[in-house]
Nanobody
Framework: VQLQASGGGFVQPGGSLRLSCAVSGLNLDDWAIGWFRQAPGKEREFVQAITRSGGDTYYADSVKGRFTISRDNAKNMMYLQMNSLKPEDTAVYYC??????????????????????WGQGTLVTVSS
């Protein structure tokens, strides 16, 4: 089982990036997925998650209205479209997957411990 994140890079404030995560070794239909990020010296924090069907999405308040999570189960891919980037969005971004139901509470879907499969991370730097 492998998650491979890509698409990070350097961008100026106000710019956009699209992160991708290629999934192999599991049937993505059976997994909820999420994106987390970790800035230097800080704990890993929840960014967004989407249910197995894609019918429900959840956002951290800090990215609501700017970031969009999506999934393509047929291609075994997940995405994070990031718009209106800010310097405080600078972090290593991780894709993750879980077989648990994430719709029950923020405590569940927002905890890194809920997700048992992780990608290696891709660095996003937002700076002028």
């Amino acid at each position: 089982v492998q998650l491979q994140a890509s698409g990070g890079g350097f961008v100026q404030p106000g710019g956009s990036l699209r992160l991708s995560c290629a999934v192999s070794g599991l049937n993505l239909d059976d997994w909820a997925i999420g994106w987390f990020r970790q800035a230097p010296g800080k704990e890993r924090e929840f960014v967004q998650a989407i249910t197995r069907s894609g019918g429900d999405t959840y956002y951290a308040d800090s990215v609501k209205g700017r970031f969009t999570i999506s999934r393509d189960n047929a291609k075994n891919m997940m995405y994070l479209q990031m718009n209106s980037l800010k310097p405080e969005d600078t972090a290593v971004y991780y894709c993750a997957a879980t077989e648990r139901a994430i719709g029950l509470s923020m405590r569940i879907r927002g905890s890194p411990n809920t997700y048992n499969v992780w990608g290696q991370g891709t660095l996003v730097t937002v700076s002028s």
